[in-house]
């Protein structure tokens, strides 16, 4: 070859290889995404573990760390797992295991720490080389039969050792203590559950395998958090979310009211939603109340032990403690929403959302496999002692015969097989037997266990090809999970609870007003005034000249009062804003813009979901709830739908099954409430039909407790037998029973 054919040859073979960037980015990118969905941040639905956290348990009981030996420092455990099977940070792996000890983050915490592992405060745990840690007996659980042939195993990263690609799993770890993780184009989140629910949910699909998710939901109804906490979430969105396997669910601290004496009081939160860091909290609310962004807010202290116990004190000892909460629930991370994202590798490989009823039977489908292939290798151990066994009674039944062979033949172990037709493993067991085993009580041992082990066979083989029995035995194991981690036990009694968030209206400005008892009185010429406390005797007050007295009753000043007027409207002013009981009062048009000609014919305490009969002067009306009578303005707001001559008359309460109504022409109706429209706003029906005049006076009432009246003498009157006026709605009516006001008024 030539100098110049050498220097082709060199330079072809230094060349680059043309690649297509898009097809390699693609394809790098798509092996990095698979990476870590399968190798990181997505657990399996089997075990409910990533490889981290399956390395590091496997890692201890390699080290024979299980609940009942001692501890040894977690440095030698991190060293473990990132020399032999998890080729990663050693960092990464520690917080791994600390994780996996804090009662606070995990339900059921599968490592057991000593020293300081962290709080719920945010504070990192001390350095590995300072903590020591062993296997809880829920992580024990979970690799339990792990050595016999239960799961497959594969090399580690580096071929000098092996690791389970999955566990056993005799625990609902995936629900039980939930998991988060976030992958490539995708992300896991699973809150924790209680597991004697989970085992009832279990042993329901175990019966009824297409068990929709909402039956399901009777047995585990939601979450149970590490740190408690009270769910407020509508049961109709996490039966979604579990339906989906997407959602969120709203979660609250825990909270009661500690009287202080004379009135004053304080709010102590006991517990915080999952995952809050306490500090953070306090530090958020602290900042914002100097804000001034929490006007009810006096001040938040942290009492805390080893129990939570953070102390509320409110602005003054007149707010309403319910106020208080919510508006800091509103503004604060004392209420969070919970991510639900079920997405879990199936059979170590798919990564799918699913519904909890499939999460569920993914580990009964797990649990099955490593049931049948326990039993297989139980079988094969059986088989393997039997043959042995074999050989050995037929040793004993031709004792001085095999002595014999051993003493003075060459070939030993060819002229046993070639004899008695034994196998290689029988003669080499006979071979191995020691002299002491050659008395007579050994070869009653070996028929004895030949016998049992036959029978263990029988069963085992029995139990493999019958599923109804694999399903009994996965049964009774979980029955035995769950009485040993039942709601009667302190790990398993559940710690969240389920409530109704209460539907509070958040007016700073009232929750300022001091609750005090008040006697509202109106004269007849509109003058308005609130007495303090709650007056019995009306007779002396005192009216200007000309007027006289009207309304009067007992209310609070964090009332609300409703005003209705001739010309349909209705205003509302706070019991507080009227003037004190000093003098005759002052007039109510300086409080609400009232025409001159128009008068006030009803006041009423606003109560919430109260529902009122509403008429005019000519007979027409509706019912309406008083939620809808409130207004904000000044100007009031038009309910009853009236023009002049024509005016409201008429404002009741409407509680009974049946309305009176008398005209001023003295005739009575009575007829069903029902038949009465329900409005917000409007002319409404004809109660009554009048040819002359209008109406005088309307109740409702229940017809089963009569008719009542006050006759003219101040005499409460009643009268049942009431068939000869009952009609139906706009119809004229009948005189009215002899005894009945001549005012034609019921009251």
Not at 333 to 357: A, C, F, I, Q, Y
Not at 599 to 626: M, W
Request: proline share 4%.
């Amino acid at each position: 070859m030539t100098i110049n054919d050498s220097e082709k040859s060199n330079s072809s073979e230094q060349s680059p290889t043309r690649v297509n960037l898009r097809e390699a980015l693609e394809e790098r990118y798509l092996a990095y995404a698979l990476s870590t969905i399968m190798g990181r941040a997505l657990p399996d639905v089997r075990d409910g573990l990533k490889p981290v956290h399956r390395r590091l348990l496997f890692a201890m009981r390699m080290l024979k760390l299980d609940h009942k030996s001692g501890f040894k420092k977690c440095a030698r455990v991190v060293g473990d797992v990132i020399g032999k099977y998890h080729p990663h940070g050693d960092q990464s792996v520690y917080d791994a295991l600390v994780r996996l000890a804090q009662g606070f983050a995990v339900r059921y915490p599968l490592v057991e720490g000593q020293g300081n592992f962290g709080n719920i405060d945010g504070d990192n745990a001390a350095a590995m080389r300072y903590t020591e840690s062993r296997l809880t007996e829920v992580a024990v659980r979970l690799m339990e039969d792990l050595d016999q042939d239960t799961v497959d195993f594969r090399q580690t990263y580096d071929g000098e050792e092996e690791e389970p690609i999955v566990f056993p799993a005799n625990f609902p770890n995936l629900l039980a203590n939930g998991s988060a993780g976030i992958a490539v184009g995708m992300a896991t989140n699973i809150p924790p559950h209680n597991v004697a629910e989970i085992c009832t949910a279990a042993l329901h699909l175990i019966k009824f395998r297409s068990a929709s998710v909402e039956t399901l939901m009777k047995f585990m109804p939601g979450p149970d958090l590490p740190t408690g906490g009270i769910i407020v979430e509508p049961h109709a969105n996490i039966l979604k979310a579990y339906q989906t396997g997407r959602g969120s669910i709203r979660v609250r601290a825990a909270w009661h009211k500690e009287d202080m004496g004379r009135g004053g009081y304080r709010i102590v939160i006991t517990e915080i939603p999952y995952q809050v860091q306490k500090s953070r909290l306090i530090e958020r609310i602290a900042d914002q109340m100097f804000e001034k962004k929490i006007p009810l807010l006096g001040d938040i202290l942290d009492e805390s032990a080893e129990d939570i116990r953070l102390v509320i004190e409110p602005k003054n000892r007149n707010i309403d403690p319910l106020l208080l909460m919510e508006s800091l629930f509103r503004v604060s991370d004392l209420e969070t929403r919970l991510s639900l994202n079920m997405n879990v590798l199936t059979n170590g490989l798919v990564p799918k959302v699913l519904p909890l009823n499939e999460v569920i039977l993914g580990w009964l489908d797990h649990r099955q496999v490593v049931l049948v292939r326990k039993s297989n290798y139980r079988l094969e151990k059986i088989a393997r002692r039997l043959e042995i066994l074999s050989g050995l009674i037929i040793a004993f039944l031709n004792l001085d015969e095999v002595i014999r062979i051993i003493r003075f033949e060459d070939e030993v172990k060819l002229t046993l097989i070639s004899t008695f037709e034994l196998s290689d493993v029988q003669a080499e067991a006979i071979l191995n037997m020691r002299l002491r085993s050659l008395r007579k009580l050994e070869e009653m041992e070996l028929r004895r266990e030949h016998d049992e082990l036959l029978i263990e066979q029988a069963g085992l083989l029995e139990l493999v090809a019958s599923q109804d029995m694999q399903w009994a035995q996965i049964s009774d194991s979980i029955k035995e999970l769950k009485k040993q981690f039942g709601q009667k036990t302190l790990l398993g009694k559940r710690r969240t609870q389920f409530a109704e968030a209460p539907d509070v209206d958040l007016d700073m400005a009232e929750a300022f007003i001091e609750r005090e008892p008040v006697t509202i009185i109106c004269s007849a010429m509109g003058w308005i005034r609130a007495l303090k406390g709650h007056q019995g005797d009306m007779s002396k007050l005192s009216y200007k000249t000309g007027d006289e007295h009207k309304f009067a009753f007992h209310a609070e000043t964090t009332d609300k009062i409703l005003i209705f007027t001739t010309d349909g409207r209705i205003y509302t002013v706070g019991a507080d804003k009227f003037p004190g009981g000093r003098g005759q009062g002052e007039p109510i048009r300086l409080l609400i813009d009232v025409a001159q000609e128009v008068e006030i014919f009803d006041i009423f305490i606003y109560k919430p979901e109260q529902k009122r009969l509403l008429a005019a002067s000519d007979g027409r009306g509706f019912i309406c709830v008083e939620n809808d009578l409130i207004s904000n303005t000044k100007k009031g707001k038009q309910i009853l739908n009236v023009k002049a001559p024509i005016c409201a008359k008429i404002c009741t309460k409407a509680d009974g099954n049946h309305v009176a109504v008398i005209g001023q022409n003295r005739k009575l109706l009575i007829y069903k409430t029902e038949e009465v429209n329900e409005l917000a706003r409007g002319r409404g029906v004809m109660l009554q039909r009048y040819k002359d005049g209008g109406i005088s006076d309307a109740i409702t009432f229940n017809i089963e407790d009569g008719l009542h009246w006050l006759d003219g003498g101040g005499r409460n009157r009643t009268v049942t037998e009431l068939d000869e006026w009952l009609g139906a709605r706009a119809q004229t009516g009948r005189m009215p029973p002899r005894g009945f006001p001549a005012t034609n008024k019921f009251t």
